[in-house]
């Protein structure tokens, strides 16, 4: 039992990698073309759609595109390493929990 939790930990470990850097490269693409261009905008325009759609897509149409593929690759990727994290915690404190056992 305690050689499957630490086997489910460095698997979620490894996922947890492997869509940082997954997410790491489709966001600085992006970034890449938003940066070249001049498109600024805040974090709190990432978390608040409305507020993204009111102040920054209007003023740079030609990349709305660029901006929500942006945003929505943000999101996902916090949301992504938050569950795995949590995972990896969960799954940890059991492993502690069986060492004592």
């Given at each position: 039992?305690?050689?499957?939790?630490?086997?489910?930990?460095?698997?979620?470990?490894?996922?947890?990698?492997?869509?940082?850097?997954?997410?790491?490269?489709?966001?600085?693409?992006?970034?890449?073309?938003?940066?070249?261009?001049?498109?600024?905008?805040?974090?709190?325009?990432?978390?608040?759609?409305?507020?993204?759609?009111?102040?920054?897509?209007?003023?740079?149409?030609?990349?709305?595109?660029?901006?929500?593929?942006?945003?929505?690759?943000?999101?996902y990727s916090i949301r992504m390493?938050?569950?795995?994290?949590?995972?990896?915690?969960?799954?940890?404190?059991?492993?502690?929990?069986?060492?004592?056992?």
């Amino acid at each position: 039992m305690y050689i499957l939790l630490i086997s489910i930990v460095i698997g979620l470990f490894v996922a947890m990698l492997f869509v940082n850097l997954y997410f790491r490269a489709k966001v600085f693409k992006l970034y890449g073309v938003l940066v070249r261009n001049k498109v600024e905008f805040g974090a709190a325009h990432i978390f608040n759609r409305e507020k993204l759609e009111k102040e920054i897509l209007p003023r740079y149409p030609q990349f709305k595109n660029e901006i929500e593929g942006f945003v929505r690759h943000m999101r996902y990727s916090i949301r992504m390493a938050s569950i795995l994290l949590l995972l990896i915690t969960a799954f940890g404190a059991i492993l502690m929990y069986f060492r004592e056992v």
